[in-house]
């Protein structure tokens, strides 16, 4: 297959200047033994070695479970962005590059020490001129066209695979898409920022959550400059017993808030990992605000409507939530759907909500999902994501506090706090009035549909869902009682022409009728061999 690649290359559009990267993904692709066999820690390997583009190409495959097996998904999720860190020099030469100053003009100072070094930037310490102490983050330079060269070639390669290897295989355009989409948002730092204003204010009123301050006047798309937030990280649990901090008290808040962000805002953290989350003067402060997801509200709906039917054993419902999260590929089999489901809600029959793990709830949703061809959005890709690890970070941070308790609380109180009950009441009289004047007119139309029916013209439309299979067999069974008749009414007729003077004849047999016998000979052969293959 890798000899199949590199010959194929020219066909499928590689320029010159990409050749030397293809040679390399190819080498790489050796080097691993990628020919005797796949496994997952195989391919993180290979990703790690690819480089950057790869590394967030399976990141973002890692929040797919509806594209791979779960093994693979747990596998992925393993891939840190860690990176060789720039020269300071570099760093220093982009700063002045972006500021068109002097760095000393900006900063009082830059600490030569790498806080933190990934694919797309390195980040700093650093003092503004007034005192204040600031985090520097700084994008790597042609980080943009490294990227979009590799994600060009991972889609022609991608496409020549789906060739070499049949229609089985994944198409991975659309995460590819979805992938370039969420690293072009990462890479431009004044979107961030951006993201970090909308966060502030959507959590304004809660006084025991915050995100970095940002300084707009010195942040470009290629540099950031953020408040350094001098805290303790979320896992560190040592420190924080140390400092008094009661950690079951801290999880509730956490799980609290990455609730709200989901289910109230629709819009959350979509990398809630251990580094992101930091403690400081007793209140708990995100970081690294790139990559945020968002949920519609239809989308909100839909997760609520799911949990309230689990609570409830309610499988027409949950069905119901199902589709409302996905986006059919195809034609569904309703029938095998809601078996499915209901398998899945026997499951969960008899246990407590507080043993309850939501991201396996959600993975094992997403499983049915993806085994009848119904497709997510990023939106739900990266709910999925962020409850599998926030859930993670609980289950070590805090374990005697349920992250699946507290979202069945928060949609209970976001259920009741919605509701206005002087407007439930005006549709409840609505509704009645409706329904009493459909009621008083019900006698009349059965008494028209009864006179339709005795004068003929009554029509009913009846689908059977799950009789597409039955209903093929008849087909079939149909079209072979059809070949049977005209393959005999060909051989009667051929034999009846072949006792006539009927010219011209061959070997003194009219043609028409060894036309006829030739046809018969055909339709009986395809008629044998769909028999001997059971078709």
Known sequence: MLDTLMHSKKNIGFEDNSSGRFREMIQVLRQRDLLHGITPVKIRQILEDLGPTFVKFGQIMSMRPDFLPQEYCDELMKLQMSVKPLPFDEIKRIVEEEYHCHWHQV????SEDVLGSASIAQVHRAVLKSGERVVLKVQRPGIYEIMSQDIVLLKRAAKLLQVAGGKELIDFSLVLDEMWMIAKQEMDFLMEAGHLEEFR???????????????HKLTTARILVMEFVDGVRI????????????????????????VKQMVEDGYFHADPHPGNIWIRN????????GMMGRLSTADRAALRKAVFSLANHDTYEMKSAVLALGMPHGKINHTQLYEDIDLLMDKYHNMDFASLEMGVLTRQIMNVLKSHHIGIGPGLSMFARGVLTIEGVMRHCCPRVSFVEIFAKSLELNFRKNINWRAEWDKLKRDGYVLMKKTMLLPEQISDILKMTMSGQTKVNLELTGSEEPLRRIDQMINKLIICIISAALLLGSSIICTTQMTP???????????????????????LWNILRGH
């Open 107 to 110: 900063f009082s100072s830059i």
């Open 235 to 258: 896992d560190d649990i040592k420190a924080l017993h140390e400092r008094g901090f009661d950690m079951d008290q801290l999880g509730r808040r956490l799980g609290e808030n990455y």
């Open 505 to 527: 004849k061959i070997m003194e047999i009219p043609l028409l009728g060894v036309f006829g016998y030739l046809a018969a000979m055909v339709l009986c052969g395809r008629l």
């Open 282 to 289: 007793g209140k708990i402060v995100w970081l690294d605000l």
């Open 201 to 215: 204010q959507m959590n304004a009123s809660e006084p025991n959550i915050e995100c970095p301050k940002v300084y």
